[in-house]
């Protein structure tokens, strides 16, 4: 089945060790996001790849930063993680024409 | 700024009872998108109504949409225990539809 796959489900890095997760699809789909939903709140975009144009929210920090070698693969990379960057994470794919985003299963970053 | 507002918070109801939900956004949309999630799980679509139309409907699912009062309302019908979830509204705006999400309502569906 075509689906939104995310890397690992469960990712434990140390304050400020970089830690990178992974997204890879097979929907062949042009755009990709990645979401931060921290407990209990609403997912925050952070950014998204259409094609391979990046586009950064202004609002995420540096400390996050993205790599899309492909179409099929996402990276999302934490230089520097803090405590409060303890989240769940969120990839999720479209194609550019329809309006509907898949989402994969997140993966759940703890910081210690 | 937050964009969807979704009212309850949280609503307990029993098996076969119907759940209303309601959202509230603040600017003009292409569209409002429904997502459930499961507890410690993804987001999964759930339906789609554009800005100018006023009613879907999919299966047990209706959603309506009211732009003059920026305002949509998610009915699920003849609940069961596997609805228990979380439900956001999105709303989707600009060139690129960029979704912004609620903080989404705790569905609670007892047996």
């Known amino acids: 089945d075509a689906m939104v796959i995310q890397n690992p489900r469960y990712q434990v890095t140390q304050f400020g060790k970089p830690v990178t997760l992974s997204c890879s699809q097979t929907?062949?789909?042009?755009?990709m996001y990645w979401y931060q939903q921290k407990s209990s709140q609403a997912p925050k975009l952070l950014f998204h790849y259409y094609d391979k144009d990046f586009n950064n929210e202004a609002d995420t920090p540096d400390n996050f930063q993205s790599r899309r070698p492909n179409t099929s693969f996402c990276f999302l990379d934490i230089r520097s993680p803090g405590l409060g960057d303890a989240a769940m994470y969120l990839c999720?794919?479209?194609?550019?024409?329809?309006?509907?985003?898949?989402f994969g299963p997140g993966t759940r970053l703890l910081v210690l | 700024s937050q964009q969807g507002e979704e009212d309850p918070q949280a609503l307990s109801i029993q098996e076969g009872e119907n759940a209303t939900m309601n959202c509230s956004y603040k600017t003009s949309i292409n569209n409002l998108q429904w997502y459930r999630q499961n507890s410690g799980r993804g987001l999964v679509h759930l339906i789609l109504?554009?800005?100018?139309?006023r009613e879907k409907h999919s299966g047990r699912l209706r959603v309506t949409l009211d732009t003059s009062k920026k305002s949509s309302s998610l009915l699920i019908t003849a609940s069961r225990a596997a609805d228990t979830a979380s439900y956001f509204c999105?709303?989707?705006?600009?060139?690129?539809?960029?979704?912004?999400f609620g903080k989404g309502i705790t569905l609670s569906v007892r047996p």
């Open positions: 929907l062949n789909h042009n755009v």
């Open positions: 109504i554009r800005s100018n139309e």
């Open positions: 999105a709303t989707a705006t600009g060139a690129n539809s960029k979704l912004t």
């Open positions: 999720a794919t479209r194609q550019g024409v329809q309006e509907t985003q898949y």
